[in-house]
């Protein structure tokens, strides 16, 4: 295994106990294990995730599923996990369903803290089929992913055409909107962060992308957008009680956005 140099020690001790837990299940059938977001981007935020992406020789069976969510809970659940450790969220997907690569792509496996209620319950998502999402990830892995595990990601990982991002970015507007009021700050950055990759084909951090996105926008709109990358970065409050209006008007000007530029990939 590569030696694992985050931003932190507390995100290097995480993300070996995660991978050793990965490979307990796996095996040798872990052909590659990827860190990739913030943590080797542009810097873990308050609210980051720890995302790790797993290319696996061949699909998990339901007691896999079931051991990983038991073997990456107390590792990644807050009224568990060690102090200065963060949410886990871990995509599985077999590497013949992803290279070569089509559209939609399949994903085989993914835990979430947002899931937390299923696995209380004893639900575990069974083995997953068609999920466009999958070429956003791939798309960032093959960009920012460091191998904690195997090869550099482009060796397991073909190249996602630009119109098959696009198209998962768009696949994922509707959930997003639908999320805007119980999560309105990760809605709105989220949806600047599409905007900027349909127009540039690369995926960059949600603050970056706020910039970016408050630099293209109506003199109106820039306050709201600039606060929601500050309240990311911990520098402002989170609190959008009296913005839900200004809040929505962003995010339809930015949907707008998002299509309009879309129209303009081959």
Known sequence: ???????????????????????????ADALGIYLYGSAVAAGLRPDSDLDLFVVSRRPTSD???????QAITPLSYRPLRPPGWRP???????????????????????????????????????AQAQNPDVAVLVTMVRQWGRALVGPPPAQLLDPVPRPDLVRAMLDGIDGLLADLEPDTRNVLLT????WKSVET???????AAAAWAAGRLPAELRPVM??????????????WSLRRAEARELADRLVDEIHAAAARVP
Do not use: C
Request: glycine share 8%.
């Open 1 to 27: 295994m590569s030696k694992v140099e985050p931003h932190d020690e507390a995100t290097a001790a995480q993300a070996e106990a995660v991978v050793e837990r990965l490979r307990a299940v796996l095996g």
């Open 63 to 69: 007691d896999e599923r079931a051991a990983l969510v």
């Open 88 to 126: 886990v969220e871990l995509t599985i997907v077999v590497a013949s369903a992803v290279r070569p690569w089509r559209f939609p792509p399949e994903m085989d496996f993914q835990y979430g803290e947002w899931l937390r209620d299923d696995y209380e319950a004893g639900h575990v998502a069974p």
């Open 191 to 194: 949806l600047a962060r599409i």
């Open 201 to 207: 084909g690369e995926i960059g951090s949600k603050d």
């Open 226 to 239: 600039n606060l929601a990358g500050t309240a990311y970065r911990g520098e402002a409050e989170d609190d």
